[in-house]
């Protein structure tokens, strides 16, 4: 049989990861095995890993060693063995793959779009997480735009839902959209949205080194550094969207707008700096209240209907990716990582913050690696962009 490699972290430190191999399994009746061609690392994969435990990121697929898990990222697989009969080998599917060579998947509830994996550990894990699309009949799907497809389409999806939920709730009365880690690409997208609404203003805040970076991207009104957000009008009414998940700087939002009405956590890209949870109980205003994608997807396919839902989702996602792909301006330039010490490589890059924002990394492992590789801690470079 061959060879799975499979990239790990330490849950505790997302700094240690290590390369693991293991024999593939026979397949049972009913099962595919995927060789995992390609997926994409962002900021939302440390976020995944930074809430591993909290939000069951862990349970997609378990490493089978204590205190070592496996980071979930979105990409394209093609199936190279195949014990289902609705399933053929060949078959091209875009999903949500362990970071590791290649999986193996028990396709249920097929339909002619996809499947859902129903093996027994994913039970209880949200669908949205667990449906894999068939290239083939897929709406979103181009052959030329893949690299562009993992990168932005689950960040473009989070994004999206958090618009549509900021907008279903009238954003809960205020005038501003303030924006944290607005360098990433989530923030970035979530703000393209926002900022076609027309009746807000949306500020980004960023490290000083970035602004400029983030001015030119054209998705927010303003674009702020950290160390200046209590220059800003404090008498407005606003809604905070935190990518970066600084205790500091929730801390100083809350102190600094007294009317401040909704506080939306996102995720964790500056993990480090995560506050302790009794923390932001402390803090005055509204509690911080994290915000579940999925549940937004329940809410508008049961108001839309899963056609409805499709098409908004389409057409919103056409209009995003022309925007994001301009060749007279792209948001990032796609840098390719293939083998394991590439793909270390670049996890330490996007965990450590230090990468260019306009690095979009796509990463391989499915060429293979060598066995159970040692952990890898070091410091990468910054890519010159």
Not at 29 to 49: C, H, K, M, P, W
Not at 103 to 131: E, I
Not at 189 to 196: D, I
Not at 305 to 325: D, I, S, Y
Request: charged content about 20%; overall charge neutral; aromatic content about 10%.
């Amino acid at each position: 049989m061959s060879t799975i490699t499979a990239f790990q972290v330490r849950k505790d430190a997302l700094s240690q990861t290590r390369l693991h191999d293991s024999e593939a399994m026979p397949l049972a009746d009913g099962q595919v095995r995927v060789r995992i061609e390609s997926f994409a690392l962002t900021a939302n994969n440390v976020t995944y890993a930074a809430f591993g435990e909290a939000m069951d990121y862990w349970r997609f697929f378990p490493s089978g060693r204590e205190g070592w898990g496996i980071v979930p990222a979105w990409g394209f697989g093609s199936v190279t063995q195949s014990a289902h009969p609705g399933v053929a080998v060949g078959e091209r599917l875009y999903g949500f793959w362990p970071m590791a060579s290649s999986t193996v998947l028990q396709p249920v509830k097929l339909s002619a779009g996809g499947f859902a994996d129903g093996q027994a550990h994913r039970a209880g894990l949200h669908a949205l997480y667990n449906q894999y699309q068939r290239c083939s009949l897929d709406p979103l799907w181009t052959a030329d735009t893949e690299d562009f497809q993992a990168l932005l389409r689950p960040l473009f999806t989070t994004a999206w839902l958090i618009d549509d939920f900021l907008a279903d709730n009238a954003f809960f009365g205020a005038d501003t959209v303030i924006l944290s880690s607005a360098s990433s690409k989530t923030a970035s997208a979530t703000a393209f949205h926002l900022k076609q609404r027309g009746n807000l203003e949306v500020i980004g805040l960023t490290a000083a080194t970035r602004r400029d970076y983030c001015e030119r991207l054209g998705t927010y009104h303003r674009v702020v550094a950290y160390d200046e957000v209590e220059l800003l009008e404090a008498n407005r009414k606003v809604v905070y969207v935190d990518f970066a998940g600084r205790g500091e700087l929730r801390r100083t939002i809350h102190q600094h707008f007294p009317n401040l009405v909704h506080d939306a956590a996102i995720g964790s890209t500056h993990h480090e700096h995560r506050a302790a949870p009794g923390d932001a109980r402390a803090l005055p205003g509204p509690a911080a209240t994290f915000f579940f994608a999925p549940a937004q997807v329940r809410k508008r396919l049961a108001d839309w209907g899963p056609v409805g839902f499709g098409e908004q989702m389409a057409r919103a996602w056409f209009t995003f990716v022309a925007k994001a792909a301009d060749p007279a301006a792209p948001w990032f330039r796609v840098q390719h990582h293939d083998g394991g010490a590439a793909v270390q490589s670049a996890w330490m890059q996007v965990q450590g913050g230090i990468g260019h924002p306009r690095a979009g990394h796509i990463l391989s492992l499915a060429a293979g690696t060598p066995k159970d590789a040692p952990a890898a801690s070091a410091s990468a470079t910054i890519d010159s962009l």
